[in-house]
């Protein structure tokens, strides 16, 4: 059995001139991409492996598409209990080898959703099996507000915003409930999702929880087609301004932060780089939703798992076969108006502008 110590380690925090020059303020790394297993995930998960084991679980099993089941081996492995991840068909080959390095059982499923039902069915059929779930549960949420009591420790004073992704929540619920012990209440959340996973958007949104009908973003690890109750409860209480990148604007500075700070992201966590790559915040600044004499800021690099220099490669060519599919759909589109209508001078505009398009 492991010691009574934590499995996740405290990461450092630290300036970064390149994306500080950028945003015009002082920017904060928080990198969480030095955990053990790549990403924040084990703050949570290693609580929660932690006191399940000592309630005496038998066997974890966890579904997911990369983080979350990597950390659930990880744990497992170090708590000598046996650990069955159920993975996605999309999840890349790399992160599986790695998951069965650390001792686990690997099983496929079409989709995250199935593979969630086929791990939920092992567990039932045994009673002293437990599922370990990606977010949604308060000793995960536990776990990763540790963050924030690192933050406090490594900083002078408090950040004038923190940045960070959101797929499920944990992370957020985490980091809200980590400020207001550290006194931090009046610390506003920007947080950043990609269109096609922005579940916690949508439900802000709304005002109550919204269930996207399909995950279609490259950003696989933001892939919760419903976020944790939780997490749209606190947003609610907590000044959070969520935002929503495009694929191309979370893959963009990921050779640019790489370049800058020989640090390699997955796309999950190029949407939080995206605040300042793609302007947003002096955006937000200009709207008067951030102070313009924003003192600092801290951008929790979550890290991750999938991605590799081929894989983002293999990114750009999907997102760039996209556009230009996009394109031609709009050129069909715009000739076919042309020969239906009525009156053809309407569309000219129209066409002209889609060829113009498909030119580029």
């Known amino acids: 059995m492991a010691s009574s110590k934590p499995f996740h380690v405290v990461t450092p925090l ?201 995950i279609t973003s490259i950003a696989t690890t933001l892939g919760a087609a419903t976020v944790a109750e939780e997490a749209l409860k606190l947003a609610q209480e907590h000044c959070v301004i969520s935002q929503v990148v495009t694929d191309p604007e979370a893959v963009a500075g990921i050779p640019r932060f790489l370049d800058a700070e020989k640090i390699l992201v997955e796309p999950a966590c190029g949407a939080s780089l995206a605040v300042i790559y793609s302007g947003l915040i002096k955006t937000l600044q200009k709207e008067c939703k951030l102070p313009r004499d924003l003192e600092s800021m801290v951008i929790i690099v979550c890290g991750g798992n999938n991605i590799t220099l081929e894989e983002l490669d293999r990114l750009k060519d999907e997102l760039c076969m996209n556009h230009r599919m996009k394109e031609y759909v709009e050129c069909k589109v715009a000739l076919a108006k042309w020969n239906h209508a009525s009156n053809s001078g309407t569309f000219t505009a129209s066409l002209q502008k889609s060829l113009g398009a498909c030119g580029h």
């Open 14 to 214: 630290r300036v970064s001139p390149h994306l500080s020059k950028l945003a015009g303020t002082k920017v904060y790394l928080k990198l969480e991409n030095s955990q053990p297993t790549g990403s924040f995930k084990i703050r949570g998960i290693g609580n929660f492996c932690k006191v399940m084991a000592e309630k005496g679980s038998k066997e974890f099993v966890s579904a997911s598409a990369g983080n979350a089941g990597l950390a659930t081996a990880y744990c497992a492995k170090l708590l000598e209990i046996p650990a069955t991840i159920y993975v996605p068909q999309s999840t890349p080959a790399f992160t599986v080898e790695r998951m069965k390095d650390e001792g686990a059982t690997v099983c496929f499923g079409q989709t995250l959703d199935e593979c969630k039902n086929k791990a939920q069915e092992m567990v039932k059929k045994n009673s002293d099996w437990t599922f370990v779930p990606p977010f949604g549960d308060p000793l995960i949420s536990e776990g990763h507000k540790t963050m924030v009591a690192e933050m406090k420790e490594q900083m002078e004073s408090k950040p004038g915003v923190i940045v960070l992704s959101v797929g499920g929540g944990g992370m957020l619920c985490g980091v809200i409930q980590g400020l207001r012990e550290a006194g931090w209440d009046d610390v506003p959340i920007i947080a950043m999702e990609t269109w096609g996973a922005h579940s916690f958007h949508a439900s802000l949104k709304q005002g109550e929880l919204v269930t996207l009908p399909k």
